[in-house]
């Protein structure tokens, strides 16, 4: 393999967002698609977190999906009285700029 070759995948390693961004991104995004009038209850933010987490780790170890997905759980911010899931999701990308 030549060094460029290694430098290359060295990189592209380095800058893929880890799973749990991931889990994270996609959460926000399926977010932003429930109706933004209506205030975001904890039964929706789970079964959104769960469909998220499931498609995204589907065919991982069970290892690496299960920290994949207790690190994107841990970084989920509390959700505020009567706050939308539009505001919640722009709450999760902040979130998930960080792991």
Known sequence: ?????FALGI???LTKPSHANQILTCLASTLQ???PLKPLT???LNACF????????AGLPAVVA???TEIAAQAL?????????DAYALRINDAARNI
């Open 1 to 5: 393999m030549s060094g460029a070759a």
């Open 50 to 57: 769960l469909a998220a987490s499931l498609a995204l780790t």
């Open 42 to 44: 904890l039964d929706t």
């Open 33 to 35: 698609s429930e109706d």
């Open 11 to 13: 990189w592209f390693l």
């Open 77 to 85: 911010p509390t959700i505020h009285p009567g706050e939308t899931p």
């Open 66 to 68: 299960d920290e994949a």
